[in-house]
C-alpha cells in the first residue's frame, strides 16, 4: 500500500512541511516500513521507532483515533463496500469531502483534550467526547 500507492500519491504534493503520524500496528511499525517513511518525511514521522514516538495508549488524545476511525469509517463502510475498488473510492470520496471547518473543529477538541489531561495530570478522560 504504501510504495504502490501512498508514496506515488505524494509525489503529486509538496510534502516538505508534510509531517506523518501513523498508529503503532506492527504492520505500520516493521522496520522496512519506518525506514521507507523516514526516507520520506525525515524528522516528521510520528510513529512508534520514529522520530517522533507515538503516546503509548493514547486514543482520547489523537485525531487519527478519535476522528479518523469514528467519523471517517463509519462514512465509508456506510454502504458496506463488497469489493477493493469500492473501498478505495469511498474513501477517496470521504477523505476528498472533509471540509476545513470540520478539520477546524477536531483540532479544537484536540486541543481543549489536551488541557484537560493537563489539569487532570494525566488522569482518565471518560466525559470527554467529540463534539461536532
Same mark, same amino acid.
Given at each position: 500500500?504504501?510504495?504502490?500507492?501512498?508514496?506515488?500519491?505524494?509525489?503529486n504534493?509538496?510534502?516538505?512541511?508534510?509531517?506523518?503520524?501513523?498508529d503503532?500496528?506492527?504492520?505500520?511499525?516493521?522496520?522496512?516500513?519506518?525506514?521507507?517513511?523516514k526516507?520520506?518525511?525525515?524528522?516528521?514521522?510520528?510513529?512508534?521507532?520514529?522520530?517522533?514516538?507515538?503516546?503509548?495508549?493514547?486514543?482520547?488524545?489523537?485525531?487519527?483515533?478519535?476522528?479518523?476511525?469514528?467519523?471517517?469509517?463509519?462514512?465509508?463502510?456506510?454502504?458496506?463496500?463488497?469489493?477493493?475498488?469500492?473501498?478505495? /473510492?469511498n $474513501? *477517496?470520496?470521504?477523505?476528498?469531502?472533509?471540509? +476545513?471547518?470540520?478539520?477546524? &473543529?477536531?483540532?479544537?477538541?484536540?486541543?481543549?483534550?489536551? /488541557?484537560? $489531561? *493537563?489539569?487532570?495530570?494525566?488522569?482518565?478522560? +471518560?466525559?470527554?467526547?467529540? &463534539?461536532?
Open positions: 500500500m504504501i510504495t504502490n500507492f501512498f508514496i506515488p500519491e505524494l509525489n504534493h509538496d510534502v516538505q512541511e508534510l509531517w506523518f503520524q501513523q503503532g500496528a506492527t504492520c505500520h511499525t516493521a522496520r522496512a516500513t519506518i525506514d521507507l517513511l526516507d520520506t518525511f525525515g524528522d516528521r514521522l510520528i510513529s512508534r521507532f520514529g522520530p517522533v514516538n507515538w503516546p503509548p495508549r493514547s486514543c482520547d488524545l489523537t485525531p487519527l483515533d478519535y476522528f479518523r476511525c469514528g467519523y471517517v469509517k463509519s462514512l465509508v463502510y456506510a454502504d458496506k463496500p463488497q469489493t477493493l475498488d469500492h473501498l478505495e /473510492d $474513501i *477517496r470520496r470521504v477523505i476528498a469531502d472533509i471540509l +476545513p471547518q470540520l478539520l477546524e &473543529k477536531v483540532i479544537e477538541n484536540w486541543t481543549s483534550r489536551l /488541557d484537560y $489531561i *493537563r489539569a487532570s495530570r494525566g488522569s482518565p478522560m +471518560p466525559e470527554i467526547i467529540f &463534539k461536532m
